[in-house]
């Protein structure tokens, strides 16, 4: 089983509309998580870290589930600049971070 | 702004050859990173540094070596390329290395063995 899971999509969605990803973690003792953005043919970026009590950063919000150990970004009124590969982010409270394969978001006008 | 810039966009080389490719950051980072990434299977960790001198393996060291004399310089080697190690490198640094850290990523070198 893969440590980090992600749905790899293509998520197609008008612009306007919400959409939501999930990513599961295999390992319990995790303790940081995050989402980074990935453009095609460039380098990853940090979107947001996830906090446990679930945090919003304008049209994005992230959320945490510990006991089920899996992470959502929602995003509200998706804009074509949105289009990008979400990758869900985890780390074992080492300088380590284990990275999903991603998932792939298509905007279209 | 963190700037993380890697020595090649592009690489091509011939198996056998010796490889290397470069990465500096200019933020006084502690801790720097070297990445593969390959379709499906996502960035893979493949040595860090959290300090000059210092190495730790990731997770695919094999047929890889590092090197980091210099704080804001971290470089990948291979020894000798092969085809399976045609990918997308990417370097990363974070300022410490509690995990929490943002990594802040190179633009990437697309190396291509033949």
């Known amino acids: 089983r893969k440590e980090v899971e992600q749905d790899p999509g293509p998520f197609n969605v008008p612009e306007g509309a919400t959409v939501a990803f999930n990513c599961t973690y295999s390992n319990s003792a995790s303790q940081s998580f995050f989402w980074y953005r990935q453009d095609c043919r460039k380098e990853p970026k940090l979107l947001m870290s996830?906090?446990?009590s679930g945090n919003e950063d304008g049209r994005f919000t992230a959320q945490l589930n510990r006991a089920s150990q899996y992470i959502s970004l929602l995003i509200r009124d998706s804009k074509l600049s949105d289009s990008a590969t979400y990758l869900c982010?985890?780390?074992?409270?080492?300088?380590?971070?284990?990275f999903g394969t991603g998932t792939r978001l298509q905007v279209f006008p | 702004d963190v700037k993380v810039t890697q020595s090649s966009r592009y690489l091509v080389k011939r198996t056998g050859e010796k490889v290397f490719l470069e990465c500096v950051q200019d933020m006084d980072h502690e801790n720097m990173f070297w990445y593969r990434q390959d379709p499906g299977l996502g960035l893979r960790l493949i040595y860090f540094s959290y300090d000059v001198k210092m190495k730790e393996k990731g997770d695919i060291p094999e047929g890889y070596s590092v090197s980091r004399e210099k704080k804001e310089r971290f470089s990948l080697i291979l020894e000798s390329a092969s085809t399976n190690q045609t990918s997308m490198y990417l370097c990363a640094s974070s300022l410490y290395g509690t995990g929490r850290d943002t990594q802040y990523f190179g633009p990437g070198t697309r190396l291509t063995v033949l």
């Open positions: 982010v985890v780390n074992l409270a080492t300088d380590k971070l284990i």
């Open positions: 996830v906090y446990s």
